[in-house]
C-alpha cells in the first residue's frame, strides 16, 4: 500500500485546513487508517484514526470537537478536517494504514500500523 498525503499548508489561527490521504494498492481500502503528526523536537503523537469499513473512529482526547477523520465510500481516501486551528497544531501529519486485526485500544499506537505517507506540512501563525 502507497499513502499520499496532502492539503498542508499556512493558515492563520482559528482558520480550518482538511488533509487527505490517498492509498494506492489493491487493498488499500481493506486497512484502518491513522493520522499522526510530529513537531520538531517531539515525537510523534496519535491525532485519530478510522476502522476500515468507517465504522469506527477515535480520537486523540485533546483533538476531540476539533478534529474530524472520516473516509469516502470507496475507503481509499482519508480526510482530516481540522477546525479552530491553534499554533500548537503545527506539525507535519502524517497518514499510516494498518492491519484490521488491530483492537481499538491499540489504534493510537504508531507500531500498529506497518504503512506510511510521506507526511504534509501544516503550519499554523498566532
Known amino acids: 500500500v502507497q499513502l499520499q498525503a496532502s492539503g498542508g499548508g499556512l493558515v492563520q489561527a482559528g482558520g480550518s485546513l482538511r488533509l487527505s490521504c490517498v492509498g494506492s494498492g489493491r487493498t488499500s481500502s481493506g486497512y484502518n487508517m491513522g493520522w499522526f503528526r510530529q513537531a520538531p523536537g517531539k515525537e510523534r503523537e496519535f491525532v485519530a484514526a478510522?476502522?476500515?469499513?468507517?465504522?469506527?473512529?477515535v480520537y486523540a482526547d485533546a483533538l476531540k470537537g476539533r478534529f474530524t477523520i472520516s473516509r469516502d465510500r470507496t475507503k481509499t481516501t482519508v480526510y482530516l478536517q481540522m477546525n479552530s486551528l491553534k499554533a500548537e497544531d503545527t506539525a507535519v501529519y502524517y497518514c499510516?494504514?494498518?492491519?484490521?486485526?488491530?483492537?481499538?485500544?491499540?489504534?493510537?499506537?504508531?507500531?500498529?500500523?506497518?504503512?506510511w505517507g510521506q507526511g504534509t506540512q501544516v503550519t499554523v501563525s498566532s
Open positions: 499510516a494504514a494498518g492491519t484490521t486485526r488491530t483492537i481499538y485500544s491499540m489504534l493510537g499506537v504508531p507500531s500498529s500500523y506497518e504503512h
Open positions: 478510522i476502522r476500515w469499513n468507517g465504522g469506527t473512529t
